[in-house]
């Protein structure tokens, strides 16, 4: 098994929901993430998919510290970082980059590309002494497959996929082990989001980078991720191997996400199960007792309101081979075939894919 670059435990973040101008009055909290457990191993590209407001971008604010924890913790390479600051936490930001989801608000419409590119170094002088950054910065345009020579022009006079290029460039000026990626691409069209897919895959390789990449679309994480973490109210809820996850999945909320995943073969398409959830995403300043899915799972049971499904693999999948046998927090988490195996859905399986 290879190592663990990043290890999260119980990580919560409540904002506190305050009532009253003069006197503020605590009145609950929302729960944006609620309890995270989990790992991204050396050289993976670990996907994390969920519903809008599921706790994602807090998740990944988290991650590179934008965000400070209400509890849990995070190590970096064995080491518990949640507390740092100062230096120590200068340090190890520097390994723990991001790429954030939306190219158009994220750079600085004032600065050059040169500018925005070379940011990073006025906090981290020593990676790029001031005589070197030019040149630096012309390599990392290069690297994203950008003309070098565009480097004192402004953001407005790139499209959409050269702005996200950008803000990768951005993200790897100091040459960090991890980047925590939220939506990279669901702001781009779609023959633009395989392209920033096929470079951050190139990337990986070329600069040995771990990747956290966040979406809400299943489809667009099979294509980059080893494995898959599903999010729902703060929580992982089912997490495995692409494969484990995409043809095996054991979790009532995962094959319902499945379900909507658009299948390219008609044939297939139309032997399909569609689930349909019913009703909303409850509030996170008010998650349903025991299992926070119960509200919207067409197979709860009494025992789903008194007990809290931890996020393992289920006891009673324990003893079965193969791929059904991944953690999933749910009670009566069963494998259910939602994609059809026909030959669409058996080539997205593998194709394009890749392997611990
Ligand atoms: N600074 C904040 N103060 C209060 N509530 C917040 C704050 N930031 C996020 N939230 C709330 O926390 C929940 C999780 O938000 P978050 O942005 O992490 O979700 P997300 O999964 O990234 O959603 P999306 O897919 O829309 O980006 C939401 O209910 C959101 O309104
Ligand atoms: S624990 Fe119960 S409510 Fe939760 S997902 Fe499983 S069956 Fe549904
Ligand atoms: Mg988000």
Same mark, same amino acid.
């Given at each position: 098994? %290879?190592?663990?670059?990043?290890?999260v435990?119980?990580?919560?973040?409540?904002?506190?929901?305050?009532?009253?101008?003069?006197?503020?009055?605590?009145?609950?909290?929302?729960?944006a993430?609620?309890?995270?457990?989990?790992?991204?191993? %050396?050289g993976?590209?670990?996907?994390?998919?969920g519903?809008?407001g599921?706790?994602k971008?807090t998740?990944?604010k988290?991650?590179?510290h934008?965000?400070?924890?209400?509890a849990?913790?995070i190590?970096?390479?064995?080491?518990?970082?949640?507390?740092l600051s100062?230096r120590?936490?200068?340090?190890?930001?520097?390994?723990?980059?991001?790429?954030?989801?939306?190219p &158009?608000t994220?750079?600085?419409p004032?600065?050059?590309v040169?500018?925005?590119?070379g940011e990073?170094?006025?906090?981290?002088?020593e990676v790029?002494?001031?005589?070197?950054?030019?040149?630096?910065?012309?390599e990392l345009?290069?690297?994203?497959?950008?003309n070098?020579e565009?480097?004192?022009?402004?953001?407005?006079?790139?499209?959409?996929?050269?702005?996200?290029r950008?803000?990768?460039?951005?993200?790897?000026?100091?040459?960090?082990?991890?980047?925590?990626?939220d939506?990279?691409?669901? %702001?781009?069209?779609?023959?633009? =989001?395989?392209?920033?897919i096929?470079?951050?895959?190139?990337? =990986?390789?070329?600069f040995?980078?771990? &990747?956290?990449?966040?979406?809400?679309?299943?489809?667009?994480?099979r294509?980059?991720?080893?494995?898959?973490?599903?999010?729902?109210?703060?929580?992982?809820?089912?997490?495995?191997?692409?494969?484990e996850?995409?043809?095996?999945?054991?979790?009532?909320?995962?094959?319902?996400?499945?379900?909507?995943?658009p299948?390219p073969?008609?044939?297939?398409?139309?032997?399909?199960?569609?689930?349909?959830?019913?009703?909303d995403?409850?509030?996170p300043?008010?998650?349903?007792?025991?299992?926070?899915?119960?509200?919207?799972?067409?197979k %709860?049971?009494?025992?789903?309101a008194?007990?809290?499904?931890l996020?393992?693999?289920?006891?009673?999948l324990e003893?079965?081979?193969?791929p059904a046998?991944?953690?999933?927090?749910?009670?009566?988490?069963?494998?259910?075939?939602?994609?059809p195996?026909g030959?669409?859905?058996?080539?997205?399986g593998t194709?394009?894919t890749?392997?611990?």
């Amino acid at each position: 098994m %290879a190592e663990a670059i990043l290890e999260v435990r119980d990580l919560v973040k409540h904002y506190p929901l305050t009532r009253g101008i003069l006197f503020k009055k605590h009145v609950g909290a929302v729960k944006a993430v609620d309890g995270v457990d989990v790992e991204l191993f %050396a050289g993976e590209t670990l996907g994390i998919v969920g519903e809008s407001g599921c706790g994602k971008s807090t998740l990944a604010k988290m991650l590179v510290h934008l965000e400070r924890p209400t509890a849990g913790t995070i190590r970096y390479k064995g080491e518990d970082i949640t507390t740092l600051s100062g230096r120590a936490l200068k340090a190890v930001r520097r390994n723990i980059q991001m790429v954030f989801q939306d190219p &158009y608000t994220s750079l600085n419409p004032r600065m050059t590309v040169g500018d925005i590119i070379g940011e990073p170094y006025e906090i981290h002088p020593e990676v790029a002494p001031k005589g070197s950054r030019r040149q630096k910065v012309q390599e990392l345009l290069d690297v994203v497959g950008l003309n070098p020579e565009y480097i004192n022009r402004y953001p407005h006079q790139f499209s959409g996929g050269q702005r996200q290029r950008i803000g990768i460039a951005r993200g790897l000026a100091l040459r960090p082990e991890v980047i925590v990626a939220d939506e990279p691409v669901s %702001a781009l069209d779609v023959s633009v =989001q395989a392209q920033v897919i096929n470079l951050l895959d190139k990337l =990986q390789s070329e600069f040995s980078l771990s &990747y956290v990449f966040i979406a809400h679309d299943l489809s667009i994480v099979r294509h980059i991720s080893d494995r898959v973490g599903v999010m729902y109210l703060g929580r992982i809820v089912e997490i495995g191997r692409d494969a484990e996850i995409y043809d095996h999945p054991t979790h009532p909320y995962t094959q319902a996400l499945l379900s909507a995943v658009p299948v390219p073969d008609p044939q297939a398409r139309e032997h399909r199960e569609r689930i349909i959830l019913t009703g909303d995403v409850p509030s996170p300043t008010n998650i349903p007792s025991g299992c926070r899915f119960r509200t919207r799972c067409w197979k %709860a049971q009494e025992r789903c309101a008194r007990e809290v499904p931890l996020l393992a693999v289920p006891p009673h999948l324990e003893s079965v081979e193969g791929p059904a046998r991944h953690p999933s927090a749910c009670h009566f988490a069963e494998e259910k075939h939602v994609v059809p195996n026909g030959p669409a859905a058996g080539d997205g399986g593998t194709g394009g894919t890749k392997s611990l």
